[in-house]
Nanobody, 121 residues
Framework: QVQLVESGGGLVQAGGSLRLSCAAS????????MAWFRQAPGKEREFVAV????????SYSDSVKGRFTISRDNAKNTVYLQMNSLKPEDTAVYYC??????????????WGQGTQVTVSS
């Protein structure tokens, strides 16, 4: 059974930082690219960042490039998202997921509960 447990969200002022964690289980973690997505109120879920299965490659959406860093620890089955220089427009629920492919950025259907990030101006 696939489980994705996101944590680390909270309320932060603009310019601040947060580090999100996602503990994954149910699949062979080190065999999959992993990604973070986010969904703001009234908007569709959007891609944020992806990391290859062994962590050698990463890619980011233009809106977070240079501010966010994705990383993973395959020994702990955990993926992280370090978020710096946060902006109010980063406010959203953040989710992680396994990907069907690094380039396709296509997630599997199961989603965890997500973690809320709120950035105040």
């Amino acid at each position: 059974q696939v489980q994705l447990v996101e944590s680390g969200g909270g309320l932060v002022q603009a310019g601040g930082s947060l580090r999100l964690s996602c503990a994954a289980s149910g699949r062979s973690f080190s065999s999959y690219a992993m990604a973070w997505f986010r969904q703001a109120p009234g908007k569709e879920r959007e891609f944020v960042a992806v990391i290859a299965s062994i962590g050698t490659s990463t890619s980011y959406s233009d809106s977070v490039k240079g501010r966010f860093t994705i990383s993973r620890d395959n020994a702990k089955n955990t993926v992280y998202l370090q978020m710096n220089s946060l902006k109010p427009e980063d406010t959203a629920v953040y989710y992680c997921n396994y990907l069907r492919g690094f380039s396709s950025r296509e997630p599997y259907d199961y989603w965890g509960q997500g973690t809320q990030v709120t950035v105040s101006s």
